[in-house]
C-alpha cells in the first residue's frame, strides 16, 4: 500500500507533466518539489535517484519501504502505486 | 471472455499531428483513442520556446503548446491514454492493435508516433545517460547551474537548446561535425551568448567519447577537422544531432517504410495498407516543423473520414478513369 507519493520536478519539464497526470488519472495524491523554486533540493533528488535529471518518482510504501522511479516510467510506475 | 474494444479511429501518438487530427474528427463526433507513450505533445512539448507555430506573436513555450492542444482535443471528447501500441495488424475492416493495455480494434488508424533524438553510439553515451549524458534540456538543464556543458550537434535543435541551457551552464561547448545548419534567426539568437563568451562554437569536430569517472562525466574525447584528437572539459553533454522515427511497432505490419524507417504514405496521406494514415514527422518526406504536423494532422482526419463513410477509395478509382 502507498503512504505518499513525492515528485521532483521543473517547471520546463513535459515529462514531470504526464507523471502528474498519470497520477491524477489514477486518483493518487502526491506532493511536488520544484526544483526551479527550490533549487537548493537538487542535490537530494540525485541522491535519492543517482541521476541528474527529473521527474524522479518516489513512492513510500506503508511499511516505510521506498521505490524510486526515474523519468517518466510506466512500466515501473503503474505497479509502484498499486 | 471480455468484447475486444472497438473504435472508429486509434491514433498511434498525441504530438501535434494527432491531437490537431483528434480536434478534427472527435468535433464530428467520430469516436477518436489516442495512445501516447511517451509525452504528450511529443518533441514539441519539451521545446523550450517555439517562435514559427502560427497564431502566436511572441511565441509560446512548447509545453504550453502542448497542453493548449491536450484540452482542445479533450474538449471535443478525445480520449488520450498513456501507453504503448506494440502491433497493428490490417484484418480488413478492422485493424487489430496490441497495446500495453490488451487488444483493440480500429475502423481506421492514423500513425503519428513523431520520432526521438538520435544517439551518437560512441562509448560513455549509454553508461552516463541521466548521469551526465542527457537528450532533454528542459528536463536536466537544471542541475546544471554554474557548470560546464558541452552540446553535440549544429543543427535547429542543438543550437535552440544551447540558448535555453545558457541560463543554467557557466560555459557550453558545442561541438558541430560541420557546420552550423541551424536557422538564421536561431543563429542570431545564439550571437549574443558568443559574443559574452559563454557559448563557444567548434567546428569540424567528431567525438569519439564521453568520459568520467565515479562522480559523473568530465569530458568528451574527440579528433578537429585536422584529425588530431582534442579534448572538452565538461560537466554534462546534451546530444542533439538528428531524429529517428518511431516506427518500430509497424514492423511485420505490411505498412511500407522508406529506407530510413519512415512510412510511406500517397496523397491522401494512406500508407499501402487501406485504413492506415500516416501524418507528421513519422511520415516520410515530412518537413519535421509543429506547423507542417498540424497541418497534415488535419488533412489525414479529413481523409480518414472519407475512408469511414467508403468515399475516399472511391474517388480514387474515379480519378483513374476520367485521366488519361
Known sequence: MVKDITIFTTGTCAYCGNVKTYLKAKGVGYKEVNLDLEPERRAEAHQISGALTVPVTVVTKTDDSREVIVGYNLAKLAPAIN | ?????????????????????????????????????????????????IDNYPGFSTGISGLELADSLRKQAERFGAVIELGEVTALNDEGKYKRLQTTSGEILARAVLVATGSDYNRTGIPGEQEYYAKGVHFCATCDGAFYRDKRLVVIGGGNSAVQETIFLTRYASHIDILARSTIKASSVLVKELQPFIDQGKVSVNLGIKPLEIAGDANGVNKVLATNKEGKKVTFNTDGVFVFIGLKPNSDFLRGSGVKLSDLGFVLTDDNLETNVPGVFAAGDIRSGATMQIASASGEGATAALKIREYLEGRLHSTKVHQLEVIP
Not at chain 2, 479511429?9 to 489516442?34: F, H, K, N, Q, S
Request: net charge negative; glycine share 10%; no cysteine.
Open chain 2, 1 to 49: 471472455m471480455s468484447e475486444i474494444p472497438k473504435h472508429d479511429i486509434v491514433m498511434v501518438g498525441a504530438g501535434p499531428a494527432a491531437l490537431t487530427a483528434a480536434i478534427y474528427t472527435t468535433r464530428e463526433d467520430i469516436d477518436t483513442l489516442l495512445f501516447e507513450r511517451g509525452v504528450i505533445g511529443g518533441l514539441a512539448a519539451v521545446t523550450d520556446v
